[in-house]
């Protein structure tokens, strides 16, 4: 779906300066609304707040929740939206050192299509593409995502609309904009994440529903094991959960014709949108 204007921004212009854009210095959350509503909100409040201070970005909340407040005001106008955060260390002098931790906000409204009532299958490969190792920044949704812009440029989106990636070391990490979970009979497993990888939201909401999805652990995954489960599928916070159809390697295709789990968190999720 090609991407429309903002229908609201703060602030209407970046200056060249600013450390987001000349450094990656910042993080960033993507929120789904819902006829004013947001999605998951406190989820992705405490993410901000606590991998800001993983960064050493200081984040004043009584600034956050104003520009959350506004921002809500004009998702209104629109049935289904997606509000965008950004943080980013104050500019500083020219170098990668700072002298200011504080955070500069940012933030943008932009309508999306409704989530659909049942959740679409994709197709999908897996990238080229690897994650580098950093423990330092794993889990974070910083605003370094040159990998995953990579990633992306591989295939068209209209083939495979999500690509597995794995990391330096051949491990299954997650999509390039979705986390990921495999079904072995009545146990979900789901990359673990200290190497690298972004800790989803989406992604924490499913752990915590285990009367829906049944116990869920988190553990390193092969690629070899991804391709024997019983079912596979993403999960995003502004997408939803999306069932995995088939999975194209190197070495072929592998299918996979169940979709239990994923169509009842879906069911769960919608739910509670609407």
Not at 71 to 83: I, M, S
Not at 88 to 116: C, F, H, M, Q
Not at 142 to 149: A, I, W
């Amino acid at each position: 779906m090609p991407k429309s204007e903002p229908i609201w921004r703060w602030p209407r212009s970046v200056g060249i300066d600013n450390r987001g854009l000349n450094y990656g210095d910042g993080l960033f959350e993507t929120i789904l609304v819902s006829a004013g509503r947001p999605w998951l909100m406190d989820h992705h409040l405490q993410r901000l707040l606590r991998d800001a201070g993983r960064l050493d970005i200081e984040v004043d909340e009584r600034s956050l929740l104003a520009l959350l407040d506004e921002a809500l005001e004009h998702a209104g106008t629109e049935p289904w939206c997606v509000l965008k955060l950004v943080a980013t260390r104050a500019a500083s002098a020219r170098g990668y050192g700072y002298t200011d931790n504080r955070a500069e906000l940012l933030a943008s409204l932009s309508a999306v299509a409704p989530w659909p009532d049942v959740p679409e299958p994709v197709n999908c490969r897996v990238a080229h593409t690897r994650l580098s190792l950093q423990p330092i920044l794993a889990g974070i949704k910083h605003l370094n995502r040159l990998e995953q812009v990579l990633a992306r440029a591989e295939e068209d989106p209209a083939r495979y609309p999500e690509l597995v990636m794995l990391d330096a070391e051949g491990r299954v990490v997650e999509g390039v904009m979705s986390n990921l979970f495999a079904r072995f009979g009545d146990e979900l497993v789901t990359p673990e994440l200290s190497r690298c990888g972004v800790a989803g939201v989406c992604r924490r909401a499913v752990m915590e529903l285990s009367p829906v999805a049944g116990s869920v652990l988190q553990r390193d995954l092969s690629l070899d094991e991804l391709l024997s489960a019983d079912e596979v599928f993403f999960t995003n916070s502004v997408r939803g959960v999306r069932p995995v159809v088939q999975i194209d390697t190197e070495r072929g295709a592998t299918r996979y014709d169940s979709t239990e789990a994923a169509l009842r968190l879906h069911e769960r999720f919608r739910g509670s949108l609407c």
